[in-house]
């Protein structure tokens, strides 16, 4: 079968070209072949993955079919799907069967998307490589010595291996678009509560928003189109109105104004990165943009801030499992404390448990004035930055990540080389804006993403920029050798 990506997929299946249960069957198979080796599902039902596949051909052959009807795609394994195990990659969670649908599962769901299975991820999304999940670590199908990249890792690991055309991935620091960098794909983290947070389970609450990964632009068009909206069962969703994101995603692009942060092109950058980077900006440059200098003189302060701010919210937020109504309970305990703490430290892995500590300690009293509220006020400024660039450009490029997918056991026993790897996405998710990463050329072989950070609700115009530059290159077209059947 042909490597198609969502949009061809749709094409084929409205002209009946196709049916729901051949392209699903081919992925179900390309899952067999290939997870035992990537890792990348943690999941996967086959019986339940046909009978929705055999739903949607009905559907589309009543013509009652929507633009997604009959879609294969994979759901990251921090959704609740009902009566899909949901794991969030983690042992604490290892046996919970969600009884209920996350909005983002529901939304694919009622448009007849079929779902292949959940993806595997860093536990509770922590992490930049996939290798904290409680499933295992998730290999890069570009090298399988390396890693994915994470937290969503496993939706990346599984579309790069055309083990789906498109997936669903969260982004709390980086987790759309470092994997999505790594791996060769397109990964878009939409704006703070475009995207309903409703039945994801939460990390930090205040930066956690999900979004689409998929081969294009225009795939991940298609599945924002899906994906974005109010929604009253989150209290922090925007009441935006719905846009068509491919409506002008063939829009010419002369004139656009790229503002590149001198802060983005600092130490730490892997040089062979940089030099992609600049020819990316070179294409834009032949697309009639215009390129600005601007500056976010707050980067180097947002890893700092977030690992305070994100441990924080995680500490809260993971207070939940205590063993007593679902997930994990330890087996042997003399009574209620013990069971709390035997439960907590048998289900929790090493570094959910040091977000905690961390979080605990910077709310506890006599320190929260000294690092939560300081944290805070410069999460207020990397905002002010943005705004002040904002005024004089209309995207803002850089890299995504500071280098190529690592080595396997590389960064994970020193957590804050590892947290450096989201240096330049992080500002973003502190700011609340959108931001996007895309196949822009290769070192070694490896895949480096160009990261495109928008003002608030402007993903239309991030995706046609992006679609642009995909109309004139191939990089996310390659597919990893030896992968493709
Ligand atoms: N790598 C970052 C962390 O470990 C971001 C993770 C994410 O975006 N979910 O927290």
Redesign the pocket.
């Known amino acids: 079968m042909e490597d198609w990506g969502i949009k061809e997929i749709s094409n084929l299946l409205r002209e009946n070209k196709i049916s729901s249960l051949e392209i699903t069957t081919h992925y179900l198979q390309q899952i067999k072949q290939k997870n035992p080796e990537i890792n990348a599902f943690i999941t996967v039902d086959e019986t339940r993955t046909l009978a929705q596949a055999k739903l949607a051909d009905e559907r589309i052959q009543k013509g009652e079919g929507d633009i997604f009807t009959g879609i294969p795609i994979a759901q990251t394994d921090i959704f609740c799907a009902e009566d899909w195990l949901t794991s969030c990659g983690s042992k604490m969670l290892h046996n919970f069967v969600a009884p209920y649908d996350a909005t983002v599962v529901k939304q694919f769901n009622d448009v007849g998307a079929v779902n292949l299975g959940k993806t595997n991820m ?1 536990e509770f ?4 490589s996939n290798e904290t999940s409680y499933f295992g670590a998730v290999k890069n199908p570009w090298d399988l010595t390396r890693v994915p990249g ?2 969503s890792g496993g939706s990346a690991a599984a579309i790069a291996a055309r083990m789906c055309p498109g997936a669903t991935a ?6 759309i678009r470092q994997p999505a960098s790594l791996c060769g794909l397109t990964g878009l983290k939409p704006t703070y509560g475009l995207v309903s947070r409703y039945g994801m389970i939460a ?1 930090a609450s205040s930066l956690d928003q999900a979004g689409p990964m998929a081969k294009s632009s225009e795939d991940c068009a298609m599945m924002m189109n899906v994906m974005a909206g109010y929604d009253v069962k989150d209290s922090t969703s925007i009441d935006h109105k719905k846009e068509d994101y491919t409506k002008n995603i063939d829009q010419p692009i002369d004139g656009l104004k790229i503002g590149l942060p001198k802060e983005f092109f600092a130490e730490g950058l892997d040089h062979n990165v940089a030099k992609v980077i600049e020819s990316a900006i070179d294409q834009y440059k032949k697309l009639g943009a215009t390129i600005v200098d601007v500056s976010l003189p707050n980067t180097n302060l947002s890893i700092p801030v977030y690992y305070v701010l ?1 441990p924080a919210e995680a500490s809260s937020n993971l207070s939940r499992y205590d063993g007593v109504r679902f997930g994990y309970r330890t087996n042997q305990y003399d009574d209620l404390m013990d069971m709390y703490c035997k439960t907590r430290q048998e289900g929790f892995g090493d570094e959910v448990k040091r977000r905690i500590l961390i979080g605990t300690y910077v709310l506890s009293a006599g320190y929260y004035d000294a690092y939560y509220l300081k944290a805070q006020q410069i999460r207020h400024l990397i905002s002010e930055d943005f705004k002040k660039a904002f005024q004089v450009c209309d995207v803002i490029m850089g890299p995504t990540a500071p280098s190529t997918a690592f080595k396997a056991n590389e960064k994970i026993d020193d957590p804050v080389t590892m ?1 450096l ?2 240096i330049f996405t992080i500002s973003t998710n502190l700011a609340g804006l959108p931001g996007m990463s895309i196949p822009a050329g290769s070192v070694n072989e490896l895949p480096v993403g160009l990261q495109i950070i928008g003002n608030y609700f402007s993903e239309g115009l991030m995706l046609n920029v992006a679609h642009q530059f995909q109309k004139m290159t191939d990089w996310h077209k390659a597919v990893p050798q030896g992968l493709l059947s």
Do not use: I, V
């Open positions: 860093d999304a922590m992490g930049s994470g937290s969260t982004d709390t620091g980086g987790s990390f994100a947290y790897q989201d």
